[in-house]
């Protein structure tokens, strides 16, 4: 079974909402996250690392002010897509480990449509 | 900077034999994975490197070479359902960074 859980996989929100993505880990602690989005027929493109109890390391380029990330526990890392537009509809993804020399598990991944 | 390089699409037939290669250039290195995905749907693991040589687990394989940034994945006996996209990912600096990944199509 999954051992990081990601919620909703879809969701359709309007122009200007904002949205929230969880990222969960079931059955250890994770003390790293990352978050990443992907577009169609591209890779997967890393938009921040997330350590437990820290603010996030943003990629290049990467608003910090619109994509909102919070890991507050061990367990639990969120995205908010803040005053969301069409083009940041996308399929947005979340990994999680113990350690950086641990192995990565991914979430199943969240499909946003901004209409 | 991080630089992961794989070709973007390959084709192959089915039971043969198909390599896909990936050099990458980062700051810092913990290990190589493979991943698979199919469209829509979230990465599988498929192996990890971290030590020089090759890793064989069924029909999939790893090499790696640190010395000269390389690795490659290793499909035998393709089937059909092998139809998907190939991503490398170099672990590093505290980050896990992907290539862009390899569409692989098996045709009969």
Redesign the interface.
């Known amino acids: 079974g999954a051992v990081v859980s990601q919620h909703p996989s879809r969701v359709i929100c309007k122009s200007g909402t904002s949205v929230k993505i969880e990222c969960r880990s079931l059955d250890f602690q994770a003390t790293t996250m990352f978050w990443y989005r992907q577009f169609p027929k591209q890779s997967l493109m890393l938009m921040a690392t997330s350590n437990e109890g820290s603010k996030a390391t943003y990629e290049q380029g990467v608003e910090k002010d619109k994509f909102l990330i919070n890991h507050a526990s061990l367990t639990l890392s969120t995205l908010t897509v803040a005053s969301a537009h069409p083009e940041d509809s996308s399929f947005y993804i979340c990994s999680a480990t113990q350690g950086m020399r641990d192995t990565i598990y991914f979430g199943e991944g969240s499909w946003l449509t901004v209409v | 900077g991080q630089n992961i390089d794989q070709p973007t699409e390959m084709t192959a037939t089915e039971g043969a034999i198909v390599q896909i290669n990936c050099t990458y250039q980062t700051s810092g290195f913990?290990?190589l994975?493979w991943y698979q995905q199919h469209a829509?749907?979230?990465?599988t693991?498929l192996s990890?490197n971290v030590l020089d040589g090759l890793e064989e687990k069924g029909r999939f394989s790893s090499f790696l070479s640190r010395s000269k940034g390389y690795s490659y994945l290793l499909l035998k006996e393709l089937q059909m359902k092998d139809s998907a996209?190939y991503?490398c990912?170099v672990?590093g600096g505290?980050?896990?960074?992907?290539?862009?990944?390899t569409?692989l199509s098996v045709k009969p």
């Open positions: 913990n290990g994975f829509g749907e979230a990465p693991f990890y996209s991503l990912a672990q505290g980050k896990l960074i992907f290539g862009q990944g569409e």
